[in-house]
């Protein structure tokens, strides 16, 4: 408890820090919610300040943008349906049809209520069990990361209220783009046809911006005059009591796994968001209903990835290990104050830890303020005539996608996934299937095979591991489940349709 | 430099129809006459990232124009080069180069020629890291169990087919082992090996130096031609007559057909600001200051050429290029 | 042209594609430290799956639009629909050629043009407001990522890289 109150001292006594924590929510906020910005454009553009300021504030600052960004990438994503940041992927896919629906406040004060919970869940974990998780994070191997990756792309069989061998398809789909580019393994080019600059591979943040935002602006432009996607009410609201005990199954089940899978090196809020999201489906009565605008579809999401970012610190300050690119950043930002990051931290840095816990928490209530007053100034942008949003969508995710890099083949892959995006709508293959496939897949590669060398290809010795096994098992389970569950649905409404038919 | 010196009034009278931003051709005395930018191939935070920045800090004050740090990631760094190479050579465009450069080169995707080497800054070391109740206390027994159980024991390592598999490639066949390398990123890599799912990890010192302090890794070997001071008792590869001190270096490169007035006024930059006291403490910090040794455009030269030469045989040897 | 003939065609080219793919990993070079996971192994794998669920995807496909030929074809696309697609063509196309202009001309010039182009496209908004809001909007965003971000901007080639020099 000392600690605590020596940190909070820490914090309050100066105003620089209460000050930092706050703009560092805000431009978080901002960050995440420009498409093409992500967290971690503007945490990269903090770094030159890290140097100046004494470590715990560096800290505080970073921790603060990593926390806003998270939550911001929804904003775009509910509004426009572009995810500002690849966290905010899955949110497009339930928020921006219920805002299409007219009920974009309602999505957003979901998005933003689930944030919070998720957020203060991750950062209690962070706070209270740091040292066992990262025991448990360690428990994590290849063959474990491989059945996580594949339990979450099992849920593909049970999404989209449509035909099964779609799904399948679509989340193959993205499966074989993610192979393009460089073998994980043996580094060998995949697919470049010649073209060294194929070697980058499709990045994941170009195709999440060209099938959302492009596919989205030339479907708009495609409509010519019709008006029927206008959004009218804005005016975010947090959910009511009950509708957040409707959802609470969700949220405590999304929040659990976005601390855990955040915990674990190599992945974070991305993953958490997409395995929370299959979990949803599969837990939900209703699976079909997902992709149309139901609540926890936005729920999961948003939960689960800010959830990650409190289990996300867990590495880091508990081992010295950076598990996401921001808090690789952190890491280097320690580093030039002269703290070795290492198991040690924790004990020899108590103030720069505990101060931490408590700027997050902070940072996490400030967003629920601050971000109902930020979705406010986006949605006037609503109200402002498509020909000047359409084109400026477009320029703005030009622009962040090279921002990023500085390379001009992603925009390139962002644009062809602009027809891509449009191509799967129209004929009827389910996006997030096929995103659930581009952004587990690699995973599932690299970790099965990366155990089956530490196996020696024997590949019961690989599955032959506790949590593999059972992981695996629930995959198979769920697999079989979500086709039974289609064929249910396929049923039912063919009997529909021969009613229909005999009533005519 | 001609065609630069004209094209620049033309266009803004085209174009501006006004003389406000034209001021007169650029002498070369004013060089660097605006701020210099570095590209490279690593993510923002990285240790190429902070090596740029630690260096522009210094450079800034010494020569009043920022350097600036362009990362431009993936693909093995193919598209780092090419957008290097898309820019005009006018001694403003720079390059930080690695052992990865000089693979790709040996691996046909790049061409070395492309570069004018400028300064070689940084020079680190790599250790074979086990866990602490690994049963392996010295190089020896590791490097026994690895002859008599082929393939037997798994070095996790970062990158595929980068500078550590080559590097831990090359070890293999000095010491007539077989070992097996699992790649990873580099946090994964720590996490698994903490985590007991491989043998060993392959790291330099600067980055394993928290889970040393903390007794959670204990060092094996270490590639270089001396023993680290911090670490007396940990062997050389060298010494045990293994030669294998390949190491992970960090230099500036400029375009190859910038002047080499430019290349020598950078250089004097360059090498007064490494030499000042916060570049030291970077380094310091770093754990980079024991084989850093700054070389010149020339001496640069000669080590690349002789990198090349290594790095080809040891590919060649291990069957990644014919 | 009937929707099923549509929906038949593309489920036969992702079968096609994914066969080829499959044929691709199959020449990929032979890694001698990775025998059994080499890098055909995942692709083989994915292409693999993908051949056989879109292949089924067809065979559905080809089964209703046999069913369907006893129907008279009401399902057809009308002229709305290529309304539609002309609209989207358009702007596809003009998005491909800001695209190419990005990088050759540089950020400005290129994306005052593109403004100017799509917004006239659009139905919505007053003629003189599109015609101010392409350079007052490019140079906003200039301002942002060159000098309040220093985040990088394509300068273009050539004589448009010196140009850009000037003003980022």
Same mark, same amino acid.
């Given at each position: 408890?000392?600690?605590?109150?020596?940190?909070?001292?820490?914090?309050?006594?100066?105003?620089?820090?209460?000050?930092?924590?706050?703009?560092?929510?805000?431009?978080?906020?901002?960050?995440?919610?420009?498409?093409?910005?992500?967290?971690?454009?503007?945490?990269?553009?903090?770094?030159?300040?890290?140097?100046?300021?004494?470590?715990?504030?560096?800290?505080?600052?970073?921790?603060?943008?990593?926390?806003?960004?998270?939550?911001?990438?929804?904003? @775009?994503?509910?509004?426009?349906?572009?995810?500002?940041?690849?966290?905010?992927?899955?949110?497009?896919?339930?928020?921006?049809?219920?805002?299409?629906?007219?009920?974009?406040?309602? !999505?957003? #004060?979901?998005?933003?209520? @689930?944030?919070?919970?998720?957020? +203060?869940?991750?950062? !209690?974990?962070?706070?209270?069990?740091?040292?066992?998780?990262?025991?448990?994070?360690?428990?994590?191997?290849?063959?474990?990361?491989?059945?996580?990756?594949?339990?979450?792309?099992?849920?593909?069989?049970?999404?989209?209220? #449509?035909?099964?061998?779609?799904?399948?398809?679509?989340?193959?789909?993205?499966?074989?783009?993610?192979?393009?580019?460089?073998?994980?393994?043996?580094?060998?080019?995949?697919?470049?046809?010649?073209?060294?600059?194929?070697?980058?591979?499709?990045?994941?943040?170009?195709?999440? +911006?060209?099938?959302?935002?492009?596919?989205?602006?030339?479907?708009?432009?495609?409509?010519?005059?019709?008006?029927?996607?206008?959004?009218?009410?804005?005016?975010?609201?947090?959910?009511?009591?009950?509708?957040?005990?409707?959802?609470?199954?969700?949220?405590?089940? @999304?929040?659990?796994?976005?601390?855990?899978?955040?915990?674990?090196?190599?992945?974070?809020?991305?993953?958490?968001?997409?395995?929370?999201?299959?979990?949803?489906?599969?837990?939900?009565?209703?699976?079909?209903?997902?992709?149309?605008?139901?609540?926890?579809?936005?729920?999961?999401?948003?939960?689960?990835?800010?959830?990650?970012?409190?289990?996300?610190?867990?590495?880091?300050?508990?081992?010295?290990?950076?598990? @996401?690119?921001?808090?690789?950043?952190?890491?280097?930002?320690?580093?030039?104050?002269?703290?070795?990051?290492?198991?040690?931290?924790?004990?020899?840095?108590?103030?720069?830890?505990?101060?931490?816990?408590?700027?997050?928490?902070?940072?996490?209530?400030?967003?629920?303020?601050?971000?109902?007053?930020?979705?406010?100034?986006?949605?006037?942008?609503?109200?402002?005539?498509?020909?000047?949003?359409?084109?400026?969508?477009?320029?703005?995710?030009?622009?962040?996608?090279?921002?990023?890099?500085?390379?001009?083949?992603?925009?390139?892959?962002?644009?062809?996934?602009?027809?891509?995006?449009?191509?799967?709508?129209?004929?009827?293959?389910?996006?997030?299937?096929?995103?659930?496939?581009?952004?587990?897949?690699?995973?599932?590669?690299?970790?099965?095979?990366?155990?089956?060398?530490?196996?020696?290809?024997?590949?019961?010795?690989?599955?032959?591991?506790?949590?593999?096994?059972?992981?695996?098992?629930?995959?198979?389970?769920?697999?079989?489940?979500?086709?039974?569950?289609?064929?249910?649905?396929?049923?039912?409404?063919?009997? !529909?349709?021969?009613?229909?038919?005999? !009533?005519? | 430099?001609?065609?630069?010196?004209?094209?620049?009034?033309?266009?803004?009278?085209?174009?501006?129809?006004?003389?406000?931003?034209?001021?007169?051709?650029?002498?070369?005395?004013?060089?660097?006459?605006?701020?210099?930018?570095?590209? *490279?191939?690593?993510?923002?935070?990285?240790?190429?990232?902070?090596?740029?920045?630690?260096?522009?800090?210094?450079?800034?004050?010494?020569?009043?124009?920022?350097?600036?740090?362009?990362?431009?990631?993936?693909?093995?760094?193919?598209?780092?080069?090419?957008?290097?190479?898309?820019?005009?050579?006018?001694?403003?465009?720079?390059?930080?180069?690695?052992?990865?450069?000089?693979?790709? *080169?040996?691996?046909?995707?790049?061409?070395?020629?492309?570069?004018?080497?400028?300064?070689?800054?940084?020079?680190?070391?790599?250790?074979?890291?086990?866990?602490?109740?690994?049963?392996?206390?010295?190089?020896?027994?590791?490097?026994? *169990?690895?002859?008599?159980?082929?393939?037997?024991?798994?070095?996790?390592?970062?990158?595929?087919?980068?500078?550590?598999?080559?590097?831990?490639?090359?070890?293999?066949?000095?010491?007539?082992?077989?070992?097996?390398?699992?790649?990873?990123?580099?946090?994964?890599?720590?996490?698994?090996?903490?985590?007991?799912?491989?043998?060993?990890?392959?790291?330099?010192?600067?980055?394993?130096?928290?889970?040393?302090?903390?007794?959670?890794?204990?060092?094996?070997?270490?590639?270089?031609?001396?023993?680290?001071?911090?670490?007396?008792?940990?062997?050389?590869?060298?010494?045990?007559?293994?030669?294998?001190?390949?190491?992970?270096?960090?230099?500036?490169?400029?375009?190859?057909?910038?002047?080499?007035?430019?290349?020598?006024?950078?250089?004097?930059?360059?090498?007064?600001?490494?030499?000042?006291?916060?570049?030291?403490?970077?380094?310091?910090?770093?754990?980079?200051?024991?084989?850093?040794?700054?070389?010149?455009?020339?001496?640069?030269?000669?080590?690349?050429?002789?990198?090349?030469?290594?790095?080809?045989?040891?590919?060649?040897?291990?069957?990644?290029?014919? | 042209?009937?929707?099923?003939?549509?929906?038949?065609?593309?489920?036969?080219?992702?079968?096609?594609?994914?066969?080829?793919?499959?044929?691709?990993?199959?020449?990929?070079?032979?890694?001698?430290?990775?025998?059994?996971?080499?890098?055909?192994?995942?692709?083989?794998?994915?292409?693999?799956?993908?051949?056989?669920?879109? /292949?089924?995807?067809?065979?559905?496909?080809?089964?209703?639009?046999?069913?369907?030929?006893?129907?008279?074809?009401?399902?057809?696309?009308?002229?709305?629909?290529?309304?539609?697609?002309?609209?989207?063509?358009?702007?596809?196309?003009?998005?491909?050629?800001?695209?190419?202009?990005? /990088?050759?001309?540089?950020?400005?010039?290129?994306?005052?043009?593109?403004?100017?182009?799509?917004?006239?496209?659009?139905?919505?908004?007053?003629?003189?407001?599109?015609?101010?809001?392409?350079?007052?909007?490019?140079?906003?965003?200039?301002?942002?990522?060159?000098?309040?971000?220093?985040?990088?901007?394509?300068? /273009?080639?050539?004589?448009?890289?010196?140009?850009?020099?000037?003003?980022?």
């Amino acid at each position: 408890m000392a600690e605590y109150l020596d940190a909070l001292t820490y914090i309050v006594s100066s105003p620089t820090n209460l000050f930092f924590i706050v703009f560092s929510v805000i431009w978080g906020i901002a960050f995440g919610s420009v498409p093409g910005l992500t967290g971690i454009v503007g945490v990269a553009l903090l770094i030159p300040f890290t140097y100046a300021f004494e470590s715990e504030q560096s800290l505080l600052l970073l921790g603060g943008v990593y926390v806003g960004a998270t939550f911001g990438g929804s904003i @775009s994503a509910i509004l426009f349906n572009t995810p500002g940041s690849p966290e905010a992927a899955c949110t497009a896919l339930d928020g921006y049809p219920m805002a299409k629906r007219g009920e974009a406040g309602k !999505a957003l #004060g979901i998005a933003l209520a @689930s944030s919070a919970i998720g957020g +203060i869940f991750g950062t !209690a974990v962070l706070m209270l069990l740091a040292p066992p998780m990262a025991q448990l994070a360690l428990e994590f191997g290849p063959p474990e990361y491989f059945a996580l990756a594949v339990l979450g792309i099992s849920a593909i069989a049970s999404i989209g209220g #449509g035909s099964v061998l779609k799904g399948l398809t679509a989340g193959l789909i993205g499966l074989g783009i993610a192979t393009v580019g460089l073998d994980p393994i043996t580094g060998m080019g995949r697919y470049t046809f010649g073209n060294n600059m194929l070697l980058t591979g499709i990045s994941f943040v170009p195709v999440i +911006i060209g099938t959302f935002a492009m596919a989205e602006v030339l479907t708009r432009v495609g409509e010519g005059n019709k008006s029927s996607t206008a959004i009218t009410d804005v005016s975010t609201k947090l959910p009511s009591r009950k509708e957040m005990k409707d959802s609470s199954g969700t949220l405590a089940r @999304s929040s659990v796994i976005g601390a855990i899978i955040g915990a674990l090196p190599g992945v974070g809020a991305t993953t958490a968001s997409f395995i929370s999201y299959s979990e949803a489906v599969r837990w939900s009565r209703h699976p079909e209903k997902f992709g149309t605008g139901v609540a926890e579809g936005i729920a999961a999401p948003e939960s689960a990835n800010n959830s990650a970012v409190g289990g996300s610190m867990i590495p880091l300050l508990a081992l010295g290990i950076p598990g @996401s690119a921001t808090t690789a950043v952190m890491l280097g930002g320690l580093t030039v104050h002269g703290i070795i990051p290492g198991p040690l931290l924790m004990e020899q840095n108590t103030r720069l830890v505990y101060s931490v816990f408590i700027a997050m928490m902070f940072a996490n209530i400030l967003m629920l303020a601050f971000g109902v007053r930020a979705a406010r100034y986006f949605a006037l942008i609503l109200t402002v005539p498509y020909a000047y949003v359409g084109p400026a969508i477009i320029v703005m995710c030009m622009t962040g996608v090279y921002g990023l890099n500085g390379n001009m083949v992603d925009i390139g892959v962002m644009l062809a996934f602009g027809v891509v995006g449009v191509l799967l709508r129209v004929m009827k293959y389910p996006v997030a299937s096929f995103i659930i496939g581009l952004v587990l897949g690699p995973i599932a590669e690299k970790s099965l095979r990366q155990g089956l060398i530490i196996a020696d290809q024997n590949y019961l010795e690989f599955a032959a591991r506790p949590i593999t096994a059972a992981l695996l098992l629930l995959s198979l389970a769920s697999l079989l489940y979500g086709f039974y569950g289609q064929y249910k649905l396929a049923r039912e409404r063919r009997n !529909a349709t021969t009613v229909a038919d005999t !009533a005519d | 430099m001609t065609f630069h010196t004209t094209m620049k009034p033309a266009a803004i009278a085209a174009l501006l129809g006004s003389s406000l931003l034209a001021g007169p051709a650029l002498a070369q005395d004013d060089y660097p006459s605006r701020s210099v930018e570095v590209v *490279h191939q690593y993510g923002p935070g990285g240790g190429t990232d902070r090596f740029v920045r630690a260096v522009a800090q210094p450079f800034e004050e010494i020569t009043g124009e920022s350097m600036v740090s362009i990362s431009v990631q993936g693909g093995g760094g193919i598209p780092a080069v090419v957008n290097f190479t898309q820019r005009p050579a006018d001694g403003h465009s720079l390059m930080a180069i690695s052992p990865a450069q000089i693979i790709a *080169h040996v691996q046909g995707r790049i061409d070395m020629a492309d570069f004018k080497p400028l300064a070689r800054v940084q020079y680190d070391q790599a250790l074979i890291w086990v866990p602490a109740d690994s049963e392996f206390e010295t190089i020896d027994q590791f490097v026994q *169990h690895a002859k008599d159980n082929p393939g037997d024991l798994k070095i996790a390592l970062s990158g595929a087919a980068g500078f550590d598999e080559i590097t831990v490639g090359l070890f293999g066949l000095e010491a007539e082992a077989d070992f097996g390398t699992v790649p990873f990123s580099s946090s994964e890599m720590v996490s698994n090996t903490l985590g007991g799912q491989v043998d060993a990890m392959f790291e330099e010192y600067g980055p394993a130096r928290g889970l040393y302090d903390s007794g959670d890794m204990r060092p094996l070997v270490v590639f270089s031609e001396e023993r680290l001071p911090v670490l007396e008792d940990v062997p050389t590869a060298t010494e045990k007559g293994w030669d294998v001190t390949l190491g992970r270096w960090r230099a500036f490169a400029m375009q190859a057909e910038d002047s080499a007035e430019n290349a020598e006024t950078l250089y004097a930059d360059i090498e007064e600001a490494v030499a000042t006291e916060s570049y030291k403490k970077f380094e310091e910090q770093n754990a980079l200051q024991y084989r850093s040794e700054l070389l010149g455009p020339d001496e640069f030269q000669t080590f690349i050429d002789g990198e090349i030469e290594t790095y080809t045989t040891v590919l060649r040897e291990l069957g990644y290029i014919e | 042209m009937s929707k099923n003939i549509i929906e038949f065609s593309f489920a036969l080219g992702l079968f096609a594609v994914s066969v080829w793919f499959w044929l691709i990993a199959d020449g990929f070079p032979v890694s001698p430290r990775y025998e059994g996971i080499d890098t055909d192994f995942w692709p083989k794998i994915t292409f693999g799956l993908m051949a056989l669920t879109s /292949g089924l995807v067809a065979l559905g496909s080809l089964r209703d639009m046999l069913a369907a030929r006893r129907v008279p074809a009401s399902t057809s696309v009308n002229p709305a629909d290529w309304g539609t697609i002309g609209r989207m063509s358009a702007m596809g196309l003009l998005v491909l050629f800001y695209f190419i202009a990005f /990088g050759k001309v540089g950020f400005v010039l290129s994306t005052i043009v593109f403004l100017w182009a799509a917004s006239a496209m659009i139905p919505s908004g007053r003629f003189w407001v599109k015609v101010a809001f392409a350079p007052i909007f490019t140079a906003l965003l200039t301002l942002l990522f060159a000098y309040g971000l220093s985040l990088p901007l394509p300068r /273009g080639v050539g004589p448009f890289y010196e140009l850009s020099l000037l003003l980022y």
